[in-house]
């Protein structure tokens, strides 16, 4: 049918109205992902790493997730996954002999904040034999974000930081964006404080995975 046959029936013809807007990632479909007391089962994994038979010193870890203009990202999942205290990775060999899993998950709430339980690392092994400082695996799932992210929390209070051979591959002034600092405590707890910014200022270092 051409443009005139379109007019001759009354019908108005098409006129191009430029690109389809990009769409975000979504919806989500959260049920056993992060379940938080949600759901009518008990929660798989959660925010709350410690068991009674942990090896390490409990800590609690929280910050804010924000984007490219410095806005809250409320509906981001954070998962981390890291070692026990004496820097032994669930599934290791030898294994650990505990039933700390060094895995959590948790969802934003409205401010974009996150918070997990779950215990100082201790020093794991590097590829080249050495060790690397004590550290927190962490990946990030958000709006917009079409293939996890993945950083690492560091404590900037750790000597061990100085030899880390991740940290030196990061350029000395962005090393901050993974370094959570020591900010008083929480029920007994040591607390660190570390934000997660996806872009702009300050923006977090990723590594490819």
């Known amino acids: 049918m051409s443009e005139t046959d379109v007019g001759e029936i009354g019908m108005t013809p098409f006129e191009p109205l430029g690109i389809t807007p990009s769409q975000t990632v979504g919806p989500f479909f959260a049920f056993s992902l992060t379940p938080g007391g949600k759901y009518a089962f008990e929660t798989l994994v959660g925010d709350d790493l410690v068991t009674d038979d942990t090896v390490g010193g409990a800590i609690r870890i929280e910050g804010r997730v924000y984007d490219g203009n410095g806005e809250p990202v409320p509906d981001t999942m954070v998962e981390i996954w890291q070692a026990d205290g004496a820097g032994r990775y669930s599934g290791s060999i030898p294994p650990p002999n505990t039933t700390f899993k060094g895995f959590g998950r948790c969802g934003c709430d409205a401010g974009g904040g996150y918070a997990f339980r779950t215990v100082k690392p201790g020093l794991v092994a590097a590829p080249d ?19 996890r992210m993945f950083t690492r929390i560091y404590f900037a209070d750790e000597p061990a930081n100085e030899g880390d051979p991740v940290l030196r591959l990061v350029a000395a002034e962005r090393r901050a964006t993974l370094l959570a600092r020591r900010d008083g405590s929480v029920d007994g707890m040591p607390r660190y404080i570390l934000d997660i910014r996806l872009q702009g200022e300050n923006e977090t270092v990723f590594f490819e995975a």
């Not at 050495?130 to 799932?141: D, L």
């Open 129 to 147: 034999g050495g060790r690397q400082a004590p550290h927190i695996n962490v990946g990030v799932f958000a709006r917009g974000v079409l293939r």
